[in-house]
């Protein structure tokens, strides 16, 4: 058996390396296009209510959130306990949504396909909701959202 | 001599997979997965600046008050009865009410119309549900409550999909879906509907 006379280097062979960076390429690119960056820092602590009958929030260009709780922890100090609205990055009065969705509305290509999701804690009294209902309504925003999450 | 070779040597890549998983560690702590998830509703249009008081004559037959006080707590009032109720009774009795299947005359009342791929149909299409809410009352409850009535209308037509197309309401056809929507309409009002009749408060 001359031509199997190979024992003198049993070196185990290294794994070949080189597709690795296109693995990780490949998840890579998974996880830019499923993320959506967040674009506001909340100002205001909610918990959604839950409900069963809830519907997915499908085009992302055309939504635009409205905050409405109590302020952060840290925010306390200044701004008091009581129930706030939050536009963007900021705290609002009720009246100012007007220009908030037509400000928003602005960027839309497809404008009357615009919805406003309503992200508002529990405890919310709906006096506020009415309000901001009522605004949404004489700015011409009438496909609304009850931000909530699924429960059974 | 030393021009033998002339390799052109290779880019040194072991870095990029070291690059790539610091940008794929970066969306991952930066990613958000989860996709927003709530109730969808519609509100009405704007009332016109000269319009003063939309009156809008509604026989009380055809009304069904939910109402929130201030703690909450729910009061469900039609013809038939009133009182106090409970989260889980508002979807059957919303059901009960918008069907009238034996056609009473205390619950709404029914027309024929005459809807594509239907045919002639007895509907309740001028039914309203009025929504009444107090300033103080908790939003969990409003919700809870619009949340309700929009699987009472979803079971209605579900049921009404099944016995007409065989299949559950998502799996149709968008006319038939239009079809069942006219059969099974939302009238749902959050304003204080003028009645011409007699009524309590």
Not at chain 1, 40 to 65: C, D, I, M, N, W
Not at chain 2, 36 to 48: F, I, N, V, W, Y
Not at chain 2, 189 to 196: G, I
């Amino acid at each position: 058996m001359a031509g199997f006379k190979k024992k003198a280097s049993r070196e185990i062979p290294e794994m070949n390396t080189s597709s690795l960076p296109d693995l990780i390429f490949t998840i890579l690119f998974f996880f830019m296009m499923v993320t959506t960056m967040r674009e506001v820092t909340l100002k205001v602590k909610f918990t959604t209510p839950a409900g069963t009958e809830l519907e997915k929030l499908e085009k992302k260009s055309v939504v635009s959130f409205i905050y409405v709780g109590p302020p952060t922890d840290n925010l306390r100090a200044q701004m008091g306990s009581g129930t706030r609205i939050q536009l963007n990055d900021r705290f609002a009065e009720t009246r100012e949504i007007i220009d908030f969705v037509a400000a928003e509305r602005q960027g839309m290509t497809n404008q009357a396909e615009q919805v406003i999701s309503i992200k508002a804690d529990q405890g919310t009294q709906m006096g506020y909701i009415t309000d901001i209902k009522e605004v949404l309504r004489k700015s011409w925003a009438l496909r609304i959202n009850y931000s909530a999450t699924k429960r059974n | 001599m030393a021009k033998k070779k002339k390799k052109m040597p290779s880019l040194n890549t072991t870095s990029t997979a070291d690059i790539s998983f610091m940008l794929l560690i970066f969306f991952l702590v930066t990613t958000s997965m989860d996709t927003d998830m709530g109730l969808a509703r519609r509100l009405p249009k704007p009332p016109e600046p000269d319009q003063e008081d939309a009156t809008m004559d509604i026989k009380s037959r055809n009304i069904l008050y939910v109402r929130l006080n201030h703690l909450g707590e729910l009061w469900i009032e039609d013809e038939m009865n009133r009182g106090f109720s409970d989260f889980k009774e508002l979807r059957n009795r919303v059901k009960e009410f918008v069907k009238n299947e034996q056609n009473l005359s205390k619950l709404p009342e029914k027309h024929v119309k005459n809807i594509d791929l239907l045919g002639q149909c007895f509907v309740t299409d001028k039914h309203v549900i009025s929504v009444q809410t107090d300033r103080a009352t908790p939003y969990d409850a409003y919700f809870q409550v619009q949340n309700e009535l929009v699987a009472a209308y979803n079971e209605l037509r579900n049921e009404l999909a099944k016995q007409k197309f065989g299949r559950e309401l998502q799996y149709l056809k968008k006319e038939e879906i239009d079809a069942i929507k006219k059969y099974y309409p939302q009238n749902i009002s959050e304003a204080e509907p003028k009645k011409y009749q007699q009524g309590g408060q």
